[in-house]
């Protein structure tokens, strides 16, 4: 834990959004209306939602990204503001408006996203090297995929070459170049983006160990391969190994893998085991299905910690 301790820093490269959320009791089929949702609306996007979770969890955490000049972005950068974040290299840009998401969920927490990217496809490899002496001062560079492919890997080759830990999550799903795998420390896909990565459909832990071989083979170092609340498998050169979940109610799963992400890269870069870091990250993960809401729903790290030593979330072979 950091109590005490200068927090360890990190670099997250990223999209922010605003979410526009509605609840119903279950998500709408291809044309239908459905009425009587609940509305409410939360600050999101993959990347801030990973630097939010970062910061609750206890790290010095510095976002790399691109808004519009617009009240979306300027209500987008206030929230980063109050969690401590280093907007330094935030960019406001007056041509894109800011990125928005909406999202349905459903009664037992899942959701549909549709996403208008904005200001997030703005974000260039430039602005990202603009961000060079942050990022030769952090322990872990996090991306997504919400901003440009060519942003994303400039970010990796400076993150590989200051010796930082590249993680990578690799969401939303896409295919992804063998000269990107090879720079990546630690790939974290969930069940999904495992399967249009490899071709394997994800359907029990022996189609998930088949699913992080491959990705292996192709040059990534570590895989963590998010499975809901079954938890995570890890696959590095130590051996394979099922990090079990922590049972919850879920409200909500907006935004759970972002949470996982941003305390693993924490939890890493105070120089936790990998597995150990592994079990923090699901129980990060564990408490934001519990609440509505992107940002709104990641940890601090006393909430983390008070579920770990309730117990649960233990590794199997």
């Known amino acids: 834990m950091t109590s005490g301790l200068a927090r360890p820093r990190i670099v997250v490269v990223g999209s922010s959004n605003t979410d526009f959320i509605i609840r119903l009791g279950r998500l709408p089929k291809p044309g239908e209306t459905l009425l009587g949702g609940e509305f409410l609306n939360a600050a999101g996007g993959k990347g801030a939602n990973q630097a939010v979770a970062a910061a609750r969890a ?22 980063l503001v109050e969690d401590g974040i280093d907007i330094s290299r935030v960019v406001r840009d ?42 030769a001062r952090a322990k872990v560079v996090l991306m997504q995929l919400e901003t440009p492919l060519v942003t994303v890997q400039a970010a990796a080759r400076l993150g590989a070459a200051a010796g930082a830990l590249v993680i990578l999550n690799p969401a939303p799903a896409r295919e992804l170049p063998g000269s990107l795998l090879r720079l990546v420390s630690i790939l974290t896909p969930n069940e999904t983006e495992a399967q249009r990565l490899t071709g394997i459909a994800i359907k029990d832990v022996a189609s998930a ?109």
Do not use: H
């Open 58 to 79: 206890g790290g010095a955490v510095s976002f790399v990204a691109r808004v519009g000049k617009d009240p979306l972005g300027d209500q987008a950068v206030a929230n």
């Open 94 to 135: 007056p041509r894109a408006a800011s990125g928005a998401a909406l999202i349905f969920v459903a009664r037992n927490g899942e959701n549909s996203i549709a996403v208008a990217s904005g200001a997030n496809n703005k974000l260039t490899p430039a602005d990202v090297r603009r961000a060079r002496p942050l990022i």
């Open 209 to 317: 160990i088949r699913a992080t071989q491959k990705l292996r083979k192709r040059g990534v170092g570590t895989v963590v391969l998010t499975l809901g609340k079954a938890g995570a498998l890890v696959a590095d050169d130590l051996g394979t190994d099922l990090i079990a979940g922590f049972k919850v109610k879920a409200v909500d799963t907006t935004a759970a893998g972002d949470t996982f992400n941003g305390a693993l890269a924490v939890a890493l870069a105070e120089g936790q085991s990998l597995r150990q870091a592994v079990r923090l990250a699901n129980a990060a993960a564990a408490i934001s299905v519990t609440r509505m809401g992107a940002q709104p729903s990641a940890p601090d790290r006393k909430s983390i910690e008070r579920l770990l030593r309730r117990g649960g979330g233990s590794s199997s072979r």
